[in-house]
């Protein structure tokens, strides 16, 4: 009778552990990423470098534009940006509007803030697109990517992923480059339909 209990206890006790992240196949998750153009993240994002600070983060994507909204606890605006591949338009926080061709240049030059923009479209989800060498997680999906830009060395680590959407998509991520750090916490995705013409 005893010997039945045992191995009932020892199934519970694997029943309550937690859940493991699904395998996929690399590829075919790449490729379902690479039809992702519509898409917003909300979260949280903690920068250490020159400056310090957190804020509330809204980033939103569409073909050919992405937008990037910072705000602080108070929901006051520190950085407005809207980018295409060829301009960028930064509304400051005391609502001065600035223009420009390089998204991550005209942040850097007016806020001192270092971030590569054209990069983040597809990094924030995941994809290694022009990254100099990547690694990929037990799941298939990207652990870790380098990339040099304008002599500089960024790294990104992702430490978690959301399996709730589909495709999963990182949650919890490190951006750094030489004394920058960035925490990016994304706790909402948004996947919207592309829309045919």
Request: net charge negative; with cysteine; hydrophobic share 40%.
């Amino acid at each position: 009778m005893l010997a039945a209990i045992v191995p009932l206890s020892l199934l519970s006790g694997c029943a309550s552990q937690a859940p493991v992240s699904p395998l996929v196949d690399w590829e075919t998750h790449q490729a379902s990423l690479q039809q992702l153009n519509h898409y917003e993240a909300k979260g949280r994002l903690g920068y250490k470098g020159k400056q310090r600070f957190g804020a509330n983060l809204l980033w939103r994507t569409v073909p050919q534009a992405d937008h990037l909204l910072l705000t602080n606890f108070l929901g006051k605006t520190l950085l407005k940006l809207d980018a295409t591949p060829v301009s960028a338009t930064l509304i400051s926080h005391d609502g001065q509007t600035y223009q420009g061709t390089n998204a991550s240049r005209l942040i850097q030059e007016l806020t001192d803030i270092n971030l590569p923009v054209e990069q983040m479209r597809d990094w924030l989800i995941g994809l290694p697109t022009a990254a100099d060498t990547y690694q990929l997680n037990n799941e298939n999906r990207v652990a870790y990517l380098a990339k040099q830009i304008d002599q500089q060395l960024w790294q990104l680590d992702y430490n978690e992923y959301d399996n709730s959407v589909t495709p999963a998509l990182p949650s919890r991520m490190i951006l750094s480059q030489g004394d920058v750090r960035i925490t990016l916490i994304i706790n909402e995705w948004e996947i919207t339909e592309s829309q045919q013409p």
